[in-house]
């Protein structure tokens, strides 16, 4: 905590660390500190940063984005198969019609060659929206015109560290809506360089995850290369998290 003397006003700051495995109940403690304040004084005003965006299918989007480009005859990969990618920056979306609200969490995870997390501090969620020296960036989530939601995140693939070896990207739940993956409705990864869908791999055969490594971007030779995933935890992003060297309590 931290506290300054603005003449006729107090700035208090609280400040919680947190990895991506902690950023949710970090943020549920500071929600109910700063609750309990202002029940005893109402006058208190009070923001709290690095929230996720209040965002559902009830409240609406951020933004419109009517002009994501059509899926329409784009590569469609199945489970395993890969794609070149051209070394340009990229968006990554995360695309469903319904079935989650602001329960259902993305995030990315610079891995080094051996598919482990390289610095937990560097994963890339909701409240921690930079890594691998700011070439893997969250941009929010926004509601095309036909109500299809969009999560993304993007890559500049040309100024990616080199010690990168592959960028793993995640959707999850965190159970306080919907308990598995399997309820999120026509539930689609697609890559997008500039206004040119480059892929697409629609996750399907979900059933009890409630986490799950949709896709990845890897290195191969002197370019990169996109590989539909889709392989669930039933025991949620703790699960993921361990597997790919993070330690979680």
Known sequence: MYTWERGDRREVVLYSPHT??????????LDKFLMEFQHHDPEIAF?????????????????????????DGATVLVRGANVPLPVVPIRVA??????????????????GSDAH???????????QPTGAAG??????????????????IFVDLPRVPASVGQVVFTASLDCSGATALAAVTDLRIAAVADREVLAVFPVTGLSTE????AVE?????????LRGVGQGW???????????????E
């Open 47 to 71: 923001q709290l940063q690095g929230q996720k965006p209040d965002t559902d299918a009830g409240s609406g989007p951020q933004t419109v984005d009517a002009d994501f480009p059509p899926l």
């Open 217 to 225: 971007v890897y290195r191969r030779a002197n370019g990169w290369r």
């Open 20 to 29: 991506i495995m902690g950023g949710r109940s970090s943020r549920n403690y």
């Open 135 to 152: 070439t893997v960036h969250m941009s929010g989530r926004t509601q095309q015109a036909d109500g299809t939601w969009t999560d993304s």
């Open 210 to 213: 409630s986490a799950i490594v």
């Open 117 to 127: 997390v390289l610095d937990p501090e560097a994963t890339v969620f909701y409240n």
């Open 94 to 111: 995360l695309l469903r019609k319904g079935g989650a609200s602001d329960d259902l969490d993305v995030s990315a995870l610079p891995c």
């Open 234 to 248: 039933a025991d949620g992003l703790a699960g993921l998290a361990r597997d790919y060297g993070i330690e979680v």
